[in-house]
């Protein structure tokens, strides 16, 4: 058999993957995309269930996801298990990463908040003083955002301060109801702007990978795709020192494999990205790989009761709708507490509250869910964390995976920038809360450990300077111009925002590059 | 020549034109073992047998808790979820022993906020009343219970020490019991549909073989043939 060389070896199939595959294959290029888990069919691997005939009453099943804490029996074959692909970190500084290897990876599963990044992230340095600039600005990726919020079919409205850019949206009519009009008023003192929110509708009930970016790839005749390769290493030409393709293992049989490609892109998901660039020792002159993760910090915020919905008085006029406060600490002012900032998402529902958010039990905590029922107003906290040197990645000598590959370290902790932070945004929710007239029935300022948010970003950062940073602008390896990092991997802060509209602009950025230059034989 | 091998050879001349004909199909079938070959007749107008849960039919004994954390556990659970309206309360839903199940089945720090609460609660009650807990009336276990309740947002329980016991055990307790068949039962009797249900992933394409927690204990699919003590060949694949 001959051996196939690829134009383009895509490792991933989520949103950075998908639109890769989608940019390359549309310009006549021959891509292989290698993703490590089965492809997932609901109609095949899914149904509906009572909780009492699965084996843990719907409990998460023990000890099998432990830092999974959005997992339930229901859905925990999903996820990645710990036991089988574990991670490594020290006790007093818990991570938890949150992985999907399914075809598409996490794009099947994610929250749709959808978000440019603005220039007071793009130029954090030149604002604060802390930490890089990127090397691109809001003017550089805008036109890209623009095309992945049609892809995607962003809503929202053209409300944003210049912290949060307006977009290319399918427009938001609803109006504000009466609890966000009064929580509205009430934030005024803050100079908070209270904004639609801004989620991917997509299409038919899913904006993911699978069904928004390898369609239109697959339609190309271009795309070759492989299920339950789990890549080992990258290969280099031992002539030239540049990649040149790919070990895999194959996850059931546990064939070894290989194929050759004359360019690689890694989609993998940061961690997995950055896994795998050091476990095959490439692109790291800099010694940057594995250095400044970051993600957000989620868990604190407010739970309250509109007085006036208790006791079947909610109305639709009175209750629902949700809005995004975007980042409004050290924008014009500055903040002597932290630098950066956090947004709220505030949520106002009809639906049941909680138990955990009254201290009764039995028939005084039923007389309780039936007089709040219908009354419920969330405000939770996304805030910034810090890119720190220190917070970084590295291989675990002493671990490996369930296919021998050696397995991560992770060693990471929130700073008391991040912790004052979640303080404030708690302080200033219930004191908006409390001038809105909102009972607040539980308050929580601690953040849960990082990588919660399934945000993580940061660990081969780009920069113009290749002492400094991993990728060029392009998300392009400074040390092999034949290597690229098209997810989160390449973030030089995080900001506020959900990152998945900025990975979408910048693999779509760097695949259009990539094509340009390949059509040049640059690379 | 013999008979035999001369009627052999007659034949085989005049099936050869078939069996060059049949040299063009790559993998000639092989003759069936049987009449039927076993995996063939499910389909999808099979009827499924109906098979019920075994949790609310079979009895279990507990194997986590003592006997005495059992009783107080017990108490506990009928404290905090009683029957109320036409729902079950805790009891009813065989709480106590699913969740000495679980507990029993889940790391160590999940295990210790059990016992220790459990053990700290039956203390408790002696020193006050010098009863077991699993004895008090229902005023005074709540003069036990009570000063402990907090109210706290989602995955962050109280982590202040009778505090973390009472408040994770009340959720767990409530949990257990809305998710168990006489909840739903309760539910199907007052006109509604399962109220426990979700959507369930099975396994997608598990890896037999593999080392994760699931599979650890299951042999590899394929088998070689274990070596057989008499004189029948075994063919190692």
């Given at each position: 058999?001959?051996e196939?060389?690829?134009?383009v ?11 890769a595959?989608k ?6 290029i021959h ?9 997932a069919?609901?109609?095949?691997d ?9 084996p843990y009453?719907?409990f998460k099943p023990?000890g ?8 339930s029996?229901f859905?925990?074959?999903?996820w990645v ?5 574990p ?11 949150v992985?999907?290897r399914l075809?598409?990876g996490?794009s099947?599963?994610w929250s ?17 003083g ?5 090397p ?10 623009s095309?992945v ?5 962003v ?7 210049p912290?949060?850019?307006n ?12 609890s ?9 003192p803050?100079?908070?702007?209270v ?18 970016l390898?369609?239109?790839?697959e339609r190309?005749?271009?795309l ?5 390769a789990?890549v080992?290493?990258?290969t280099?030409?031992?002539?030239t ?11 059931l049989s546990?064939?070894?494999m290989?194929?050759?490609a ?10 997995e ?32 009761s509109?007085p006036?919905?208790?006791n079947g008085?909610?109305?639709k006029?009175?209750?629902g ?17 932290f ?13 049941a ?14 007389q ?5 029922n219908?009354s ?13 040197y220190?917070?970084h990645?590295?291989?675990?000598k002493?671990k ?11 060693q990471?902790k ?10 404030d ?23 849960n450990?990082?990588?919660y ?12 300077d290749p002492?400094?940073s ?8 400074h040390d092999?111009?034949n290597?690229f ?5 390449s ?12 990975i ?10 990539l ?5 040049k034989?640059?690379? | ?5 001369f ?14 004909l049949?040299?063009q199909?790559?993998n000639p079938?092989?003759?069936?073992p049987?009449?039927?070959p076993w995996?063939?007749?499910l389909?999808?107008?099979?009827p499924?047998?109906?098979?019920e849960?075994?949790?609310g039919?079979a ?9 005495t954390?059992?009783?107080t556990?017990?108490?506990?659970c009928?404290l ?13 839903a065989g ?8 507990i029993?089945s889940?790391?160590?720090p999940r ?6 609460g ?7 009650s ?5 009863l ?7 005023t005074?276990a ?11 947002m989602t995955?962050?329980p109280?982590t ?8 994770i ?5 409530r949990?257990?019991?809305?998710n168990s068949?006489a909840?739903?039962?309760a539910?199907?009797a007052a006109g ?6 979700g959507?369930?992933?099975?396994p ?8 994760g ?8 699919h394929?088998m ?11 063919y190692p694949?």
């Amino acid at each position: 058999m001959t051996e196939t060389t690829y134009d383009v070896l895509i490792i991933g199939s989520g949103h950075a993957g998908g639109m890769a595959a989608k940019i390359l294959t549309e310009k006549g290029i021959h891509c292989l995309m290698l993703n490590a888990g089965p492809v997932a069919d609901v109609a095949r691997d899914a149904q509906r269930k009572p909780a009492y005939e699965l084996p843990y009453r719907g409990f998460k099943p023990p000890g099998r996801l432990e830092h999974v804490f959005q997992a339930s029996e229901f859905n925990a074959n999903v996820w990645v298990d710990e036991k089988e692909v574990p991670y490594t970190f020290d006790p007093s500084m818990p991570y938890n990463w949150v992985r999907v290897r399914l075809f598409g990876g996490r794009s099947l599963f994610w929250s749709r908040q959808s978000f440019r990044l603005s220039d007071y992230e793009f130029k954090g340095k030149s604002h604060d003083g802390f930490g890089e600039d990127w090397p691109i600005s809001l003017a550089d990726l805008a036109p890209y955002y623009s095309r992945v919020e049609d892809i995607f079919q962003v809503e929202g409205a053209q409300d944003g301060p210049p912290q949060m850019p307006n977009g290319n949206f399918v427009p938001v009519n609803e109006v504000w109801s009466e609890s966000m009009q009064r929580f509205i008023k009430a934030s005024q003192p803050y100079n908070m702007a209270v904004c639609k929110q801004r989620r991917a509708l997509g299409r038919d009930g899913l904006a993911s990978s699978v069904n928004l970016l390898l369609p239109d790839a697959e339609r190309t005749g271009k795309l070759t795709s492989i299920a339950n390769a789990v890549v080992r290493q990258i290969t280099v030409d031992k002539n030239t020192g540049q990649p040149n393709g790919c070990l895999f293992v194959d996850r059931l049989s546990r064939r070894e494999m290989h194929v050759k490609a004359r360019v690689v892109v890694l989609a993998a998901g940061t961690l997995e990205s950055t896994r795998l660039l050091l476990n095959s020792n490439l692109g790291n002159s800099s010694g940057m790989i594995g250095h400044y993760l970051m993600d957000q910090i989620y868990g604190p915020g407010i739970t309250c009761s509109v007085p006036e919905a208790r006791n079947g008085k909610a109305t639709k006029q009175l209750m629902g709708g949700g809005a995004i406060v975007p980042r409004f600490r050290n924008i014009t002012t500055k903040y002597d507490k932290f630098l950066r900032g956090y947004a709220l998402n505030v949520t106002s529902r009809m639906g049941a509250i909680e138990p955990r958010n009254f201290a009764a039990y039995g028939a005084e905590l039923q007389q309780k869910l039936k007089e709040y029922n219908g009354s419920a107003f969330h405000i939770t906290v996304m805030g910034e964390v810090l890119g720190r040197y220190e917070n970084h990645v590295r291989i675990d000598k002493e671990k490996v995976d369930a296919w021998d590959i050696p397995v991560l370290n992770i060693q990471t902790k929130y700073t008391d920038n991040e912790f004052n932070m979640a303080k404030d945004a708690v302080e200033v929710g219930c004191a908006v809360a409390d001038a809105a007239g909102f009972e607040v029935l539980s308050k929580n300022d601690v953040p849960n450990p990082p990588g919660y948010s399934i945000h993580e970003v940061g660990t081969c950062r780009m920069g113009d300077d290749p002492k400094k940073s991993v990728l060029n602008k392009w998300c392009q390896s400074h040390d092999h111009k034949n290597l690229f990092v098209v997810d989160g991997a390449s973030f030089v802060s995080a900001g506020w925002q959900n990152p998945t509209m900025t990975i979408l602009a910048l693999s779509m950025r760097a695949s259009e590059y990539l094509a340009s230059e390949m059509s040049k034989q640059n690379v | 020549m013999l008979r035999r091998d001369f009627v052999r050879a007659v034949v085989s001349v005049g099936l050869l034109p078939k069996a060059l004909l049949a040299q063009q199909t790559a993998n000639p079938a092989p003759p069936p073992p049987a009449p039927v070959p076993w995996t063939l007749g499910l389909n999808p107008k099979t009827p499924l047998p109906v098979t019920e849960a075994a949790d609310g039919i079979a009895e279990t004994e507990a194997s986590f808790f003592t006997s005495t954390q059992l009783a107080t556990f017990t108490r506990l659970c009928d404290l905090l979820l009683p029957p109320l309206d036409s729902k079950p309360g805790a009891l009813q839903a065989g709480t106590p022993m699913f969740l000495d199940f679980l507990i029993g089945s889940s790391p160590m720090p999940r295990k210790k906020v059990y016992s220790g609460g459990l053990d700290w609660l039956d203390a408790a009650s002696k020193t006050k009343y010098k009863l077991p807990f699993a004895q008090l009336n229902a005023t005074q276990a709540d003069a036990l219970i009570k000063p402990w309740l907090r109210t706290w947002m989602t995955d962050h329980p109280p982590t202040e020490q009778h505090a973390d016991f009472i408040n994770i055990a009340h959720e767990d307790i409530r949990v257990a019991t809305m998710n168990s068949k006489a909840w739903d039962d309760a539910g199907v009797a007052a006109g509604q549909d399962w109220v426990t249900g979700g959507l369930y992933w099975s396994p997608i394409e598990p890896d037999m073989a593999g080392l994760g927690t699931t599979s650890t204990q299951l042999p590899p699919h394929v088998m070689a043939v274990p070596k057989a003590p008499h004189s029948i060949p075994s063919y190692p694949r």
